[in-house]
């Protein structure tokens, strides 16, 4: 079953290598001719992925351990959402899922209305690179990951996966991203295919590429929101977001496909920056590679990252031809196209957005590669200088949507008494911010840009906003963004943490809170040791909560003791306490976190996650 499942992979990687060839040879001999044979192989490539993806699974449920992708991250002992969850845990499954959802992708854009407006010649060049990309996904799988192959010696049972991973957001959470990484395949390939092919309308391409890449846009989003929420949980992961390399990876394709989407609007509406927005289209997928390369270097350290492994070359020797080809094949056809208005307009806003969120990917980049390129030994560069380097950027944004809705495409102040209030309004909150002690002043613009944008929409004609579609997707997109960083911002400057130390039966004070333990719980269970606290937890009139924070200690995971905290749910208190240990005298070491506001990130994540589908080409949308 196992050579069977190998053999796919590998008839993947021909298939992939021959529809691939076999559309090149057309395009140099006969570009006009329907380009049957790769749309098979597309199919033939998603019919063995999915074979070989029910084999790998197949055997973590079993917890096979004679394979070693299967032995590295699960065990008999593990319950079964764990099973499943190592799919994208390991190394080789998650590059397998990776390969799934990308011939997924490919399948439905072939049987999508936008696949049948395209020329035969724009068809061919689509498949010359989405079946390229398959063939080095399959060449990885392959050669370097392979997800079948033997363990060096054999054993009885499997490790399991690392304690740190074993949380709810394992489930929902890398299977997200890899899935938006792998529908960024479609709008790159379509991308570059149109910009290629002549004869074509610069529009057309667009709208065939726009819902895969809304799609991709979105499960990057509630993927990074999702993590964020599980690193918050996670004792010592420095709270939703500590620029952990796993982290950073993520974000770099989530940034270059929102300026993509920004450009792709410009296109559709104005029918401007056509070689831009075709370049910005395939950039997503190339940061995805990127991405792919931080964390299988060996440079990072991460519980998400990998060893360092032979697939590092390929993945940056790949990188840098896509990168190379998009370029290219962006600038190779003339276009001529209205000359942009200026920063005065909103396409001047809109051209800066996306700018910035260019230069924060390429700041991001440099930085998660700098330990590679200094040397393994050399130091990973840690929060401070991110937020040094990102974070004004990052301010930029809320300050930039607060003014964009009331400036004309092409210049010139719209409803002039509403702009002066919003500007009147963007100085009172500055000057508040700075009056209650506020001091961070990249913090203070993202909250007073955030704030008068949220009250920009409040004065917006609502009757517009409910009747359009496309106003209503979009204004709930950026009041989620708006929502985020407000909670990030009040966050940041509420947060408080303490170490407690505490016997049964006393008491003490934690900022609002009265926590009180009851008692000390030790015991086990089948793979794991655990000491438990159980808190009483009161602030002010309401109901006294019963908390009870583990510590574990894994038996095949001795040097990694995972603490599970507990928290109590609400919208303005975050709190959490983790068990931390016992100390000599036989006192519960308690570490207590207080992040008020932090739950509204989650629901502005939720907004920016759903509400894109609402937007006119999106998802369960139709266009004749």
């Known amino acids: 079953m196992y050579s069977f499942a190998s053999f796919s992979i590998a008839a993947v990687l021909l298939f992939s290598a021959l529809g691939a060839g076999t559309s090149l040879k057309a395009l140099l001999a006969n570009p006009g001719c329907p380009p049957r044979l790769a749309e098979c192989s597309g199919l033939l490539c998603a019919v063995l992925l999915a074979a070989a993806s029910a084999i790998f699974l197949a055997a973590l449920l079993a917890a096979d351990a004679s394979l070693a992708g299967v032995a590295s991250c699960t065990s008999r002992s593990s319950p079964l959402p764990y099973r499943i969850a190592a799919f994208w845990a390991s190394e080789e499954g998650s590059l397998l899922f990776w390969a799934l959802g990308t011939a997924a992708a490919g399948v439905l854009f072939q049987f999508s209305s936008g696949y049948r407006q395209l020329s035969c010649e724009a068809r061919h060049w689509h498949w010359l690179f989405f079946l390229s990309v398959m063939a080095f996904l399959s060449l990885l799988l392959c050669f370097w990951s392979r997800p079948f192959a033997p363990s060096s010696a054999p054993l009885a049972d499997g490790r399991g996966l690392n304690p740190l991973l074993r949380h709810a957001g394992m489930l929902f959470h890398p299977p997200l991203l890899l899935l938006g990484c792998a529908g960024l395949a479609v709008p790159a390939s379509l991308s570059l295919a149109q910009s290629l092919s002549g004869g074509q309308d610069e529009g057309c391409w667009a709208e065939a590429a726009r819902p895969f890449l809304l799609i991709s846009w979105c499960l990057l989003t509630s993927g990074i929101f999702l993590g964020s929420w599980w690193a918050n949980s996670m004792p010592g992961w420095g709270g939703f977001w500590s620029w952990d390399p796993a982290e950073n990876a993520s974000l770099l394709p989530w940034l270059a496909a929102t300026a993509a989407l920004h450009a792709v609007s410009m296109l559709r509406r104005r029918h401007k920056l056509a070689a831009s927005a075709a370049f910005l289209t395939a950039l997503p997928l190339v940061f995805a590679f990127a991405s792919t390369w931080i964390i299988r270097c060996g440079a990072a350290q991460s519980a998400h990252a990998f060893s360092g492994s032979g697939v590092s070359l390929p993945l940056l020797l790949f990188t840098a031809a896509a990168l190379s080809t998009a370029a290219w094949a962006a600038c190779s056809k003339r276009r001529h196209c209205p000359r942009l208005s200026g920063l005065e307009s909103r396409e001047g806003l809109l051209l800066l957005t996306i700018w910035i969120l260019l230069v924060l990917a390429a700041l991001i980049l440099a930085a998660a590669a700098w330990p590679w390129l200094r040397g393994h030994g050399a130091k990973a560069l840690g929060a401070d200088f991110y937020n040094r380097a990102c974070l004004p950027f990052f301010a930029m944004l809320p300050a930039l949507l607060a003014f964009c809705p009331f400036l004309g495409w092409s210049g010139g102040i719209r409803r002039k008494k509403a702009f002066l209030l919003a500007a009147g309004l ?182 920016m996650s759903l509400l894109p589908l609402l937007l006119p080409g999106g998802p369960g949308r139709r266009r004749s």
């Open 426 to 607: 963007m100085a009172a909150a500055l000057a508040a911010l700075w009056a209650a002690g506020f001091r961070l002043p990249a913090a203070n613009l993202a909250a007073a840009g955030s704030a008068v944008f949220l009250a920009a929409h409040c004065l917006a004609p609502c009757k517009k906003i409910l009747r359009s579609r496309s106003a209503a997707g979009l204004a709930g997109v950026h009041a989620g963004l708006a929502i985020a960083a407000l909670a990030i911002v009040f966050s940041g400057y509420g947060k408080i943490e303490a170490e407690l130390s505490l016997r049964p039966g006393e008491t003490e004070r934690f900022g609002p809170f009265t926590i009180t333990l009851s008692e000390i719980r030790e015991g086990a269970q089948e793979d794991y040791h655990f000491l438990e606290g159980v808190l009483t937890v009161k602030s002010g009139r309401s109901a006294a909560a019963v908390l009870r924070p583990q510590r574990r200690i894994y038996a095949k995971w001795e040097r990694v003791p995972a603490s599970h905290a507990a928290s109590i749910p609400s919208l303005a208190k975050g709190f959490q306490v983790s068990a931390a240990g016992l100390s000599a005298d036989g006192r519960l070491r308690l570490h207590c976190t207080l992040t008020p506001w932090i739950s509204w990130l989650w629901i502005g994540g939720g907004m």
